[in-house]
């Protein structure tokens, strides 16, 4: 009896799990096709930290970045973006356990095989992965484009961005279009 109830459990919990995998993913990961990064799945961090640019997924910056990052909110690029402590814990909590050293989609690897361990960027746009992969756009297409304004802008290029998906297929640049890599 005792056996068969853990079982049940155990499958029970196997189910959730597949369901939270489904919910997590979209078109693309049912057709087989996993995220670049692991889409954002915490209301609190994407209403928190998603008011006022795109709320970057955990994925895009290592454990350590965010401990830092997280560690000085009163001067957060210039912006005060405190919050209070038990909101600052969850978030946190939530962005260093999803981080790129602790993710397998394929980009949060090669975002955390491009840093040394002594490298701990704040900024994903100094990230070197992501530094090599812009560095053919030319600045009139990124801070020159009014509405782009930095590469920090990620949504406002890829279309899937929130979706967690970066491919070089999904990219809209305003007022310029698909990028057609030569
Ligand atoms: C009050 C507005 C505000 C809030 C709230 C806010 N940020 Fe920011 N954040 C900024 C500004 C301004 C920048 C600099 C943007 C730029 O340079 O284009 C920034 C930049 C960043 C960057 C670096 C982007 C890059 O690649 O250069 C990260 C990462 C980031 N924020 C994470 C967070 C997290 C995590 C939270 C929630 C705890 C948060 N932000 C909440 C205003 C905010
Ligand atoms: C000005 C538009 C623009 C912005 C803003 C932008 N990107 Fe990109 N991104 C591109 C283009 C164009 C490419 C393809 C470049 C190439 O292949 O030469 C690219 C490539 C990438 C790739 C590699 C995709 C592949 O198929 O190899 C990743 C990952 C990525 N971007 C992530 C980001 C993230 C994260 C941000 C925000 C911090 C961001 N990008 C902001 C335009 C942009």
Redesign the pocket.
Known sequence: MKIRYGTGLLLGGMLALSNVVMADGDSYSRRGKSA??APVNNTRYAKECGSCH?A?QPG?LPARSWRKLMGNLADHFGDNAELPQEDAAAIADYLVKNAADRSNHR?SV?ISDSLSPGQTPIR??QVP??VS??D??PAR??TG?PK?K?????Q???SR?EAGL????E?N?PGHGP?E?D
């Open positions: 670049d990064v795109f970057y895009l980009r090669k994903i746009s992965y992501i992969k812009h053919e756009i297409l990124i484009n782009v930095s590469l920090t802008q990620c406002a290029c890829h961005a970066f491919s070089e297929h990219i640049i990028w890599d």
